[in-house]
């Protein structure tokens, strides 16, 4: 006996509209920072821009995501294509990564050789930078909590906040002292920023792709909320597995008293797992304990 229980709604897809202003707001500060960024001849303006080119690169794919995952399922890909927003966000932390290694490169050749830096202007866009950050922090707060691919928009424009700060300061130390190396140890500041969080998010990517447990989950929890059941015996054969985010499944082989009770315990199973654990998308095989067998063994002699 099989039950199966899922809904196509994905939590990015409900977060389409911010992630369309947010996408907005970051491209457009983007364009500012790196033009800024040249004319100014500031790193830490030009490291923003690069952070806020990943922004605007995992807002893109998660809006991308979210379309294909609204696509049905096929007989070639039977779950549909709810693995494409784990795909964007893999993506994402991979250019992450690319973009951090190129900072410090131009960061160290900086310190070693000093370049003139306007400050003023560059203090103006920073704090630009900062506000248009916060802002799209704001509005990606709530489905954050939903969907791994928002997550990552989400901690990608606050932390792009505090790389913001960082070049606002920097400047601010120039205008004060004229010491221009503040302007490439601000952008190695941003590195330190990026690096962390981005580690975080190709682990989960990573993770998901592999159909490793989820974090949040603990597969001796769901075998003992399962074998509370009245009239199961008890589980083997548990995987629990992620398909998207906010989005788990499960598969079982359950052992029960009598298997013509089977509508009653599917539903009884179903309800406890989502009630508890919300997963949704379960295959349960119920079986029967087989029955003993007796070992006689033959005399010697």
Aim: avoid cysteine.
């Amino acid at each position: 006996m099989v039950a199966h229980g899922h809904d196509r709604s994905t939590a990015a897809a409900r977060s389409r509209p911010v992630l369309l202003v947010t996408l907005a707001l970051t491209g457009t500060t983007m364009v500012v920072e790196f033009v800024a960024g040249l004319w100014t001849g500031s790193l830490a303006l030009l490291a923003d821009a690069g952070h806020m080119l990943t922004d605007a690169t995992a807002l893109g794919l998660a809006l991308i995501a979210t379309w294909l995952a609204a696509r049905p399922p096929t007989p070639e890909k039977t779950y549909g294509y709810y693995r494409a927003e784990i795909l964007a966000a893999l993506a994402n932390a991979l250019l992450l990564f690319a973009v951090a290694g190129s900072i410090v490169v131009e960061a160290w050749h900086r310190l070693n050789v000093p370049s003139t830096v306007l400050a003023a202007p560059m203090a103006a866009v920073a704090a630009l930078g900062l506000g248009v950050n916060l802002l799209a922090a704001w509005l990606l707060h709530q489905g954050a909590s939903e969907s791994l691919t928002v997550r990552a928009a989400y901690l990608e424009v606050l932390g792009d906040a505090l790389s913001s700060l960082a070049a606002l300061v920097a400047a601010g130390i120039v205008i004060a002292t004229g010491w221009t190396s503040a302007d490439p140890l601000a952008s190695a500041l941003i590195v330190l920023l990026i690096l962390p969080r981005t580690w975080r998010l190709l682990r989960q990517a990573v993770n998901v792709l592999l159909e490793g447990t989820p974090a949040h989950l603990s597969l001796t929890e769901i075998e003992e909320a399962i074998t509370r059941v009245p009239g199961v015996r008890r589980v083997h054969d548990l995987h629990v597995w992620t398909l998207t985010s906010g989005r788990e499944a499960m598969s079982a082989h359950v052992v029960v008293d009598d298997v013509r009770e089977s509508e009653r315990l599917l539903d009884s199973l179903h309800a406890v797992l989502h009630a508890r654990f919300g997963i949704d998308h379960t295959t349960i095989q119920l079986e029967t304990a087989p029955p003993e067998v007796l070992q006689i063994k033959s005399p010697e002699g």
